[in-house]
DNA sequence: AACTTCTACAACCATTTGGTTGTACGTTAG
DNA sequence: CTAACGTACAACCAAATGGTTGTAGAAGTT
């Protein structure tokens, strides 16, 4: 069984990035773990419009950080807890590509023994 | 002795994020390791202009993400690499929000035994 | 049916962003 | 000194962002 961890292209981490770069969205992802507010709810929350409220989810929805789930005329708005882990992942694809190896995973554990000094980034130009 | 890990505000973030929601930054953070590029010499690897890779690392600067050094009549570009680590300080921050305690810390470890379930957010609300 | 609630979406506007060119200035090389 | 190089910064422009209001439809409520 491969893990598969499937590379995020350059597109996907832009939006994670730009979705994450807000505060009243990351207050929003906050709030919707539970999954339990509609973008009504929500939007009561927010010194603005219902309509801003509604734009700022499409960003998060658009980015993979949250899903909605129509409850009768309401529309669950919830985290996607995995996404964060997107967004760390990117972090360490980019990382990785100066600690040595470019194929290093998401996992946590950073195991780093012998600290791999590595002096050929052969194919990072362009 | 405190660790003391200096709460990452608002505005702090959102520059952190943004900077990296772009392909062309990021990728500069990738060459820029080394300390070793000018922004001349970086500029050279971008289809536009000299001016425009210089507001990229511009950007990035404001971010903390990269630190520029004069030496002679060129300016080195250096990325830090603490920088990464404080966007991913940024998503813990976020996740514990939601992961019950508010106060814990940037570390790797999630050592998550009981998967401790919090069913009153309190101060969560605006 | 009539009404209210929640959502979706279009149109509009101000500001920011990401790019351009042009100009000015400091530093090194001839 | 003069010329070339590297940088900084201003002015400008098109497109995207973040907000607004207004309109319309779908789903409950009475």
Redesign the pocket.
Known sequence: MVVEVDELNDETVDRLF?AL??T?RRDILRRCVRGEL???RL?EAYP?????V???VA?LERAGLVA?QRS????LVRTDPDAVGRARQALDELESAWRGRVDRMACLLAEDPGSEENDTPEGTER
């Open positions: 730009h770069a807000d009243t509609s973008v009504s939007a603005m419009s219902f309509a801003a509604q734009k700022h960003v909605k009768g005329r309401e529309q």
